[in-house]
C-alpha cells in the first residue's frame, strides 16, 4: 500500500524513526491490539477511556451505552484514538537508552454514530463474531430494547500514525565496551483455558472457536 | 484505607457497581500496570501517548524527552492518566452482556516538572531498579547532558477513581435456561526468557534479577 503522508498532527517527532505510516502497517496494530484509549475533550477537560474497538474495512468501531458521558461527549467532536502494547524491556546499556520494544496507533477523527438499527445490529455482529467465529448465532438473540441502549460509534482512520520498535537495544557506539549484560525481555499477552460458568446447563457444549481465541 | 469519597468527575456512572475507590485499590491497579495513557489538550486537540509510569507514596512519576510535545504541553495543565488492562473475556448467554474483565484506574490532575538535578536522578534510578533491580548501579553511569534531556514530570493521583470487574458473566436471569454455553477466556501477559544482545562483551552475565522481570 503507498504510505499516507503524515498530516501536522499525526507527523511522528520523538523516536521518529520508528515512525510508520503505511496502511498495512496500521491496520495490523489495530487488528492484533482490540484494546484502545479513546481521549476527548468534555468541558474542557481531557478525558481517556479504555473500550474494544474492531475494523471493518477503512473504518474503525466500538460501542458503548447510549447514556455513557464519553458517547455522548464524543459524537462529530475531535478524539484522539490510540491502541498500544509493550512487547519487550529493552535493557541497553545505559538507563538513558532503555526503552521498550512496543507497537502504537494514534488516530486522529470524528467519530459518527450508526444510526440505523439493522446497520448497528450488523456491526455488533461483526465485533462478536471476531472474538469468537460463530457465537452471534449461538447466543440468545439480541432484544430490540438492547439493541437502542447500545451505541456503535464508527470513525475513519485515514489520519493516523504508528510506532514500532523492535529488537535489541540501541547504545551509544562507546557504550558497547562497558562490561554489563545487555538484552531483551520479551512481553506477550497469554490466554489461558476458559473457565466454564457454574451456572452452564448440563450438556452445554464449549464452541470450539473459544479455545482458539486470541485477542 | 478509608476510601476517597469521588468528585464530580472521577464519580463512575457506567456499570458503576464496578467502582471503586480506595487508596489500596487504586495504589495496587497503578503499580500492577506500568503502562499507561496521558490524555491532554494541544490547541483545543485530545491527545493520547502511551507511555511507563511509576509510582513513589502518593505521586505518580514518568518521564520523557524534554523536547518531547506532550511534555510540553502537559505542565501544569489538566491531564487524565488511564491504565487499564483486560484480564479475560467474558463470554455471556447474549451479546448485550458480553464483557470483559479488566481493572482500570483514571487519575484527573495537573502535573509538575522536577526540576532538581539530584531528584531527577534519584526518581530515574526508583524507575530503573523498579523493572530490574539493582540495574542503575549496573549500569554505565548517567552523563549530566542526558539527565539535561530528560524531563520527569510528577502529578499527585489523589482524585482517581477504580473500576475491577472480575468473575463469570452476569446474565438476565431468564437467560440462565439459554443453551449456550458461557464462561470466560482469562488473558494475561507472559514474559519470555531474555534475549541476549548478541553485541554483549563475552563474559558479562545476565543478572539474575532480569529472570524475576515482571511488569
Redesign the interface.
Known amino acids: 500500500m503507498t504510505p499516507t503522508p503524515p498530516s501536522e498532527?499525526t507527523r511522528v517527532?520523538?523516536y521518529n524513526w520508528l515512525a510508520r505510516y503505511d496502511r498495512d502497517t496500521i491496520v495490523a496494530i489495530l487488528d492484533a491490539i482490540p484494546?484502545c484509549?479513546?481521549?476527548?475533550?468534555a468541558d474542557?477537560?481531557?478525558?481517556?477511556?479504555?473500550t474494544?474497538h474492531w475494523r471493518e474495512g477503512d473504518q474503525l468501531y466500538w460501542h458503548?451505552?447510549a447514556?455513557?458521558?464519553m458517547i455522548r461527549a464524543i459524537e462529530g467532536a475531535?478524539?484522539?484514538?490510540?491502541v498500544?502494547a509493550?512487547d519487550g524491556?529493552v535493557?541497553?546499556?545505559?538507563?538513558?537508552n532503555?526503552n521498550?520494544n512496543?507497537r502504537?496507533v494514534?488516530v486522529?477523527g470524528r467519530p459518527s454514530k450508526v444510526t440505523d438499527p439493522a446497520a448497528k445490529e450488523a456491526h455488533?455482529?461483526t465485533m462478536?463474531n471476531r472474538?469468537?467465529p460463530g457465537?452471534?448465532e449461538?447466543?440468545?438473540p439480541?432484544?430490540p430494547n438492547?439493541l437502542e441502549?447500545?451505541t456503535v460509534m464508527s470513525m475513519p482512520f485515514d489520519e493516523a500514525s504508528a510506532k514500532v520498535r523492535v529488537g535489541?537495544?540501541e547504545?551509544d557506539e562507546t557504550?558497547?565496551?562497558?562490561?554489563?549484560?545487555?538484552?531483551?525481555?520479551?512481553?506477550?499477552?497469554?490466554?489461558?483455558?476458559?473457565?466454564?460458568?457454574?451456572?452452564?446447563?448440563p450438556?452445554?457444549?464449549?464452541?470450539a472457536e473459544?479455545l482458539a481465541?486470541r485477542?
Chains 1, 2 share one sequence.
Not at 484509549?37 to 475533550?41: E, N, P, R, W
Not at 450438556?203 to 464452541?207: A, S
Request: include cysteine; charge should be positive.
Open positions: 498532527r517527532r520523538r484494546h484509549h479513546i481521549g476527548y475533550v474542557g477537560q481531557p478525558l481517556v477511556t479504555p474494544l458503548g451505552s447514556a455513557s458521558r475531535e478524539v484522539c484514538l490510540t498500544s509493550i524491556l535493557m541497553a546499556r545505559s538507563a538513558f532503555f521498550v512496543h502504537s494514534m486522529f455488533l455482529r462478536v472474538l469468537i457465537q452471534w449461538r447466543l440468545r439480541m432484544k438492547e441502549a447500545t535489541p537495544p547504545d557504550d558497547y565496551a562497558f562490561p554489563v549484560w545487555a538484552g531483551v525481555i520479551p512481553i506477550r499477552t497469554e490466554v489461558l483455558a476458559p473457565e466454564p460458568d457454574p451456572r452452564n446447563l450438556g452445554v457444549e464449549m464452541p473459544a481465541f485477542p
